[in-house]
């Protein structure tokens, strides 16, 4: 995909978050300039706990060490709502490209840049079950997207939890990650195709996360992660 996949700072602004027993908050945004673009435009309210490791059986690939992340979404929007999420993670952001050549003196530090799309594990969502919490369904990618009723403005939220998984992510060379979310509004924006004046491109309301994980450990601990902060972004 060319360029313009890459993250737009124009409307960003940084996610309030909170934290909810373990749980970080994504608070939604949505600007001025976004309702004069997109009629009943809304935004989902989304939880996550920073990504943790889990040693899983890939069918066809063996034993692999596998990442994951445990979140939950609400919808305060007044109507049901369907998420049908996108979880793209991108190592070293702003590295070179991995298979790309670069001199050294460009990039000192010798990281390059790489993007995982999350994957269907069914074998990681029983370990996850099993560690996160029998008592909750945990929904994957696919089984997640059926309409989410709204939550009464009394009484307790209705909730949907949710996992997602990524996997060859290279331990060593992983030094800061970001993780991209669309799904979680119908809010977009239409750009000239660079390639192309007469075509156009749709960039989707996303957030960004962003993670620090400093060590090189390969069997390393939750704490290894340091979430750094978030942005609702167009990209």
């Known amino acids: 995909m060319f360029s313009l996949s890459v993250a737009v700072g124009f409307w960003a602004a940084s996610g309030l978050v909170a934290q909810d027993f373990g749980f970080n908050e994504i608070k939604p945004q949505v ?33 692999k060490l596998v990442w994951y992340m445990v979140y939950r979404i609400t919808n305060r ?13 991108v190592t070293n952001p702003g590295s070179p490209p991995a298979g790309t050549v670069v001199d050294a003196k460009a990039n000192p530090s010798g990281l390059y840049s790489r993007v995982f799309k999350d994957e269907l594990l069914q ?14 369904t945990f929904f994957n990618s696919v089984t ?19 996992v997602v998984f990524w996997k060859d992510i290279p331990m060593g060379e992983t030094k800061r990650f ?32 962003r993670f620090e994980k400093p060590g090189d450990d390969p069997n390393p601990e939750q704490r290894e992660i340091r979430f750094e902060g978030s942005d609702w972004i167009y990209r």
């Open 31 to 63: 600007f001025a300039v976004e309702k004069e673009r997109v009629n009943d435009l809304w935004v989902l309210d989304f939880k996550f706990r920073q990504p943790r490791f889990i040693l899983t059986n890939v069918p066809g690939e063996g034993k």
């Open 77 to 89: 929007t007044g109507a049901p709502r369907e998420f049908v999420p996108r979880f793209e993670l």
């Open 123 to 136: 074998k990681a969502e029983l370990q996850v079950q099993e560690r996160e919490g029998r008592e909750r």
């Open 144 to 162: 997640i997207g059926k309409p989410l009723e709204p939550t009464p403005k009394e009484g307790a939220p209705i909730e949907r939890w949710g």
């Open 178 to 209: 970001n993780i991209y979310i669309t799904g979680l509004s119908n809010g977009y924006r239409r750009l000239d195709d660079p390639k192309d004046k007469k075509k156009e491109v749709i960039l989707r309301k996303t957030v960004e996360l």
